[in-house]
């Protein structure tokens, strides 16, 4: 295929690049560039864990705001985001949060405490949030033709996928001989890429009637989704008496509500409401975020038990979880074509049944389990997520007009980042509570070894080194049994939340199409 000349010409919503224009393959190469930025960042904090915990020292409730707080910051400003982008540009949203994303990484990097580091991810949050809803939206448009872009969709996926598994792997590599503020650095060669081929290459594209912008839609929802995802995250760590987790739900609830009912009030809404009525879009959304949301809080710890439980460096951990990246790329190509000879009802059902599956045969890991099961659950994890996130992603974008792609987006993101607070938020708090509740600390080792010991996995390898011979041999021994305890009670739980997504899909799902597809359901 010859290199395109120039630039794929701007267009507002209306219109797109033509079916045979090469450019548009182009411009899809450098939407994954953007995926591969927010993916590579997500998955290689989970190898950096255990070296910022000793650098930073951060208690086991920081530990979790580091991990989700990123999400919890996207969750909150995706539909304000996505519906800017359809106002003043997808491409210049993009370009521009690429832009503070990588800046910020380098905040993130030499971050000086636990402190520090979340401001950095609450900032990368916001930079995040400004430039996700715009890849699919610009694939929306750039892909005119219903088969193509269900293949782009597949395309987008698999990077998505491939940015999980270069994460770890560069990030392990970085690790093995640089300090852990190193995995943040590696956003920088992506955004610079991304920035200097996307100004020429990237179109441009918007909503051309897009109405009066409402802050106060604006204001409503990001309170509503920041003070909710607040309440659910503090009743899952401190318990339910805690005035604040109440009176957080109370303004949440109440800002959602007052905002959707705002949206079915004016002319021209922030985010058109009547798109949940179509079960295809709802059901989809509905199936993301379950799906995030069993999955999510696993993957955060299981990172932690290849290195810390099986002793595996972080290149050998990153390594390790290779097999659900390929399978998800693999089935992310083939999705759109499974979709149309099977329906998306079978292929979405199928995909969640088997990552449910997947989870479940966690439930009886060790801390002597073979690579060979293990590799073979995180392959069908792969494969089931595949299928399943390319699927609804196609569904969520045809259900939607041109002109409100970035909305639509924006709702399908959000259910994703949504899934992925409340995950690292309900099932790590579950992994943490049933570690702090079995770990028995033996005499021998007190003060703040013992209190590090108690607060996570990480902060008992630590104290471990500060004492030897059967100390610490005990100490490693409880640690581990007391986190593998809690991961297979995750596991569980994640399972149940799948397979309860999966006949959830079968219903709201049937009779969806995806569009182009031939097949009558």
Known sequence: MAAPTSSIPAHTGTGGPAKGAPGRWIALGVLTLSVLLVAIDATVLGLAIPFLSEDLEPTGTQLLWIGDVYSFVIAGLLVTAGT?????????????????????????????????????????????????????????????????????????????????????????????HFWWGSVFLINLPVMAVLIAVGVKMLPESRNPNPGPWDMLSAALSLVGMIATVYAVKEAATHGLLRPDVWAALAIGVTALVWFGRRQLSLPVPLLDMRLFRNRAFS????????????????????????????????????????????????????????????TPRVVVTSGLTAIGLALGALTVLAEDTPYLYLGGVLLLVGVGAGFSFTVTADLILGSAPKENAGAASAVSETAYELGAALGIALLGSVVTGIYRGHLTVPEGVSGPAADGARESLAGAAEAADTVSGQVAADLTHSANDAFLEGLRIAAGAGAVVLLAAAVAAWFMLRGAQTAGSDVEH
């Open 283 to 342: 059901g989809s959304v509905l199936a993301d975020l379950l799906t995030v949301l069993g999955m999510s809080g696993l993957i955060f710890f299981l990172s932690q038990f290849l290195q810390l439980v099986q002793g595996r460096s972080p290149l050998q951990a990153g390594l390790a979880e290779l097999p659900a990246t390929v399978g998800a790329i693999v089935s992310g190509l083939l999705a759109g074509a499974a979709a149309r000879r099977l």
């Open 84 to 176: 800017l982008g359809d106002r003043i540009g997808r491409k210049k949203l993009l370009l521009f949060g690429s832009a503070a994303f990588g800046a910020l990484s380098v905040a993130a990097a030499y971050a000086p405490s636990a402190e520090a580091l979340i401001a950095a991810r609450v900032a990368m949050g916001v930079a995040g949030a400004s430039l996700m809803p715009s890849t699919l939206a610009l694939v929306r448009n750039i892909f005119p033709d219903a088969r193509e872009r269900s293949f782009a969709i597949g395309v987008w996926g698999a990077m998505s996928m491939a940015g999980a598994a270069f994460g770890p792997v560069v990030g392990g590599f970085l690790l093995e």
